[in-house]
T-cell receptor
Framework: TQLLEQSPQFLSIQEGENLTVYCNSS?????LQWYRQEPGEGPVLLVT?????EVKKLKRLTFQFGDARKDSSLHITAAQPGDTGLYLC??????????FGPGTRLSVLP | DTGVSQNPRHKITKRGQNVTFRCDPI?????LYWYRQTLGQGPEFLTY????????KSRLLSDRFSAERPKGSFSTLEIQRTEQGDSAMYLC???????????FGPGTRLTVL
């Protein structure tokens, strides 16, 4: 049973377009993290959101944590080819236990 | 380079052989995690150490798998009698004493023929 679901599974867009990917769960998490992973490498942490309703911005990336702390979204503005990768969300319990979603594989075409 | 390192980066082995992977976490990080990732999936939790103590093991970790962190620094993950289903990327991550940020290594890709 997948505790975290991510959608869409795959996304292919043109450079300059905007996109949103989603992370959903029936569980409540103490915090939620977003990672980006490139082929053959380990995931790299992008952001941690802690408070329900929290919005964090990282340049062209905007992360939102749902009010109930069960879901999150990642919005990318004016996507660039360098944004290509696997975007993973991870739910965190009590700062020590992590569960990852299956990821959204993003391809940004020049 | 002070990041998490993993060795080897790639391992090809025949079914039935034993393999051992090593993870060197960021120094002074007391928490260390092992994950397994198959194609098209997110990392699946295998086990977790706080210092040298193994505090949690996933039920994914069969008795063919064993992990150690003898001095609370580097860790090893051994798979005995490998099976083709063990083929995956094995990722290690470390976390500092406070906070929940995980720093991942580049992984070891295992192929069992």
């Amino acid at each position: 049973t997948q505790l975290l679901e991510q959608s869409p599974q795959f996304l292919s867009i043109q450079e300059g377009e905007n996109l949103t990917v989603y992370c959903n769960s029936s569980s409540v998490f103490s915090s939620l993290q977003w990672y980006r992973q490139e082929p053959g490498e380990g995931p790299v942490l992008l952001v941690t959101v802690v408070t329900g309703g929290e919005v964090k911005k990282l340049k062209r990336l905007t992360f939102q944590f749902g009010d109930a702390r069960k879901d999150s979204s990642l919005h990318i503005t004016a996507a660039q080819p360098g944004d290509t990768g696997l975007y993973l969300c991870a739910g965190v319990w009590y700062g020590q236990n992590f569960v990852f979603g299956p990821g959204t594989r993003l391809s940004v075409l020049p | 380079d002070t990041g998490v390192s993993q060795n080897p980066r790639h391992k090809i082995t025949k079914r039935g052989q034993n393999v051992t992977f090593r993870c060197d976490p960021i120094s002074e990080h007391n928490r260390l995690y092992w994950y397994r990732q198959t194609l098209g999936q997110g990392p699946e939790f295998l086990t977790y150490f706080q210092n040298e103590a193994q505090l949690e093991k996933s039920r994914l970790l069969s008795d063919r798998f064993s992990a150690e962190r003898p001095k609370g620094s580097f860790s090893t993950l051994e798979i005995q009698r490998t099976e083709q289903g063990d083929s995956a990327m094995y990722l290690c991550a470390s976390s500092p004493r406070t906070g929940n940020e995980q720093f991942f290594g580049p992984g070891t890709r295992l192929t069992v023929l």
